[in-house]
Structure formats: structure tokens, C-alpha cells
Antibody, heavy 120, light 106 residues
Framework: EVQLVESGGDLVQPGGSLRLSCAASGFSFSTYWMSWVRQAPGKGLEWVANINQDGSDRYYMDSVKGRFTVSRDNAKRSLYLQMNGLRADDTAVYYC?????????????WGKGSTVTVSS | EVVMTQSPATLSVSPGERAALSCRASQSIISNLAWYQQKPGQAPSLLIYGASTRATGIPARFSGTKSGTEFTLTISSLQSEDFAVYFCQQYNNWPLTFGGGTKVEI
């Protein structure tokens, strides 16, 4: 069974840092692009970042460029999101997801999410 | 950025009725569109990709169509488990963008 489990969410002060992790199992992790998507409380979905199979290609939404870094460790079957300079509007549930196929960047399988709250 | 506009924001229907949800792209996205379902307190799940291809295990009552830059998700006969929020997403251009969602309620 394909499974994604996020962790690392917490309450953090504005300007602080946090690292989210996503543990993958049940599929060949190293052969898939991966995504991070977030959802602010009571709001819609917002794509955050994508990373290709070996980490050499990464894409970000504009508002997180320079602050967030997506990475992966294929040996550990894990995806990460390093978040620096956190702001109140980064408060959201963060989901990791598998990308459907090469050049087909829909989110095929989702984790249950990890909650990040940015507040003083 | 490709703006995805979903309508209506809320759709009130009865079990057994047909529901049609709309998603319009601000420019051509070919057929690079996906639909997701999200139930309260749960993560989203993939329903349709490529505008009209059902994901594995999705019942045939869910169908997707395309007309130019307008996409429609149709649920032919609503079941109780279909009451949820539905999002569309384009993956033709960076940044990837979602519509604001349509809530299907009784």
C-alpha cells in the first residue's frame, strides 16, 4: 500500500524555522517526482513546491522562493521541506504527495498532512 | 500564472441527483487538468486527471469533460459519500494552480 506520512509540524514564532518530513512507503520512491501542497485554515489548496527524482530539478511558488527549500533522501525514502523566515500567512496544513507521472504534475497520492502554525 | 475559477462555490443537491461542477482556466492548459475530492478533516484524494481519466478505484459515476478552457466534473447520481469539496488543478504551467473549490452539500 502506498503511504505518505508527514511530520515536523509545530507552533513557531514569526521569523522562525521548521523542517517538515514525509516518509514514503509502498512504492518506488526514487522514481517519482514529489510535491508539497498546503491548505490554510478554512481555505483552498495551494501548491508549494515540486522536486524531481534525483533532486536536481525544483520548482517553488513565488511567495516561498528564497525561504523554503524542498529536498529528498532516496536512501531514506524521505521528502523534506525546510522552511525559514516563516510568516503568519504560512500557517497551514502541509501535505506531501506523489506526482502522477513525468510531465504530468497532478498529485496522485496524498499524505494526511502536518500542521504548521506561525504565531507569537 | 494560470488562474483557475470554479463555480458555483456551493452546490446544493439531493442524493440521486446529478451534479455538474465547472472549472475555467484563464488560458489554454490543453487537457492538463485534475480534479480532487476532499472530505472534512481529510486529505484531498485524486478523482480525475488528464481532464477525463478516472483515477484507480474511482466509480464510473464521476466523469470529466473539456470544452476549450472550460472543464466540467459531473457526478451522475450523487451518493451520500460524495458530499464534499471538489478542487480542480492545472498542471500545464508553473506555478501549478488550484481552483477555489466547490462544496457539494445536501
Amino acid at each position: 500500500e502506498v503511504q505518505l506520512v508527514e511530520s515536523g509540524g509545530d507552533l513557531v514564532q514569526p521569523g522562525g524555522s521548521l523542517r517538515l518530513s514525509c516518509a514514503a512507503s509502498g512504492f518506488s520512491f526514487s522514481t517519482y517526482w514529489m510535491s508539497w501542497v498546503r491548505q490554510a485554515p478554512g481555505k483552498g489548496l495551494e501548491w508549494v513546491a515540486n522536486i524531481n527524482q534525483d533532486g536536481s530539478d525544483r520548482y517553488y511558488m513565488d511567495s516561498v522562493k528564497g525561504r523554503f527549500t524542498v529536498s529528498r533522501d532516496n536512501a531514506k525514502r524521505s521528502l523534506y521541506l525546510q522552511m525559514n523566515g516563516l510568516r503568519a500567512d504560512d500557517t497551514a496544513v502541509y501535505y506531501c504527495a506523489t506526482v502522477g507521472a513525468i510531465y504530468q504534475y497532478y498529485m496522485a497520492v496524498w499524505g494526511k498532512g502536518s500542521t504548521v502554525t506561525v504565531s507569537s | 500564472e494560470v488562474v483557475m475559477t470554479q463555480s458555483p462555490a456551493t452546490l446544493s443537491v439531493s442524493p440521486g441527483e446529478r451534479a455538474a461542477l465547472s472549472c475555467r482556466a484563464s488560458q489554454s492548459i490543453i487537457s492538463n487538468l485534475a480534479w480532487y475530492q476532499q472530505k472534512p478533516g481529510q486529505a484531498p484524494s485524486l478523482l480525475i486527471y488528464g481532464a477525463s481519466t478516472r483515477a484507480t478505484g474511482i466509480p464510473a459515476r464521476f466523469s470529466g469533460t473539456k470544452s476549450g478552457t472550460e472543464f466540467t466534473l459531473t457526478i451522475s447520481s450523487l451518493q451520500s459519500e460524495d458530499f464534499a469539496v471538489y478542487f480542480c488543478q492545472q498542471y500545464n504551467n508553473w506555478p501549478l494552480t488550484f481552483g477555489g473549490g466547490t462544496k457539494v452539500e445536501i
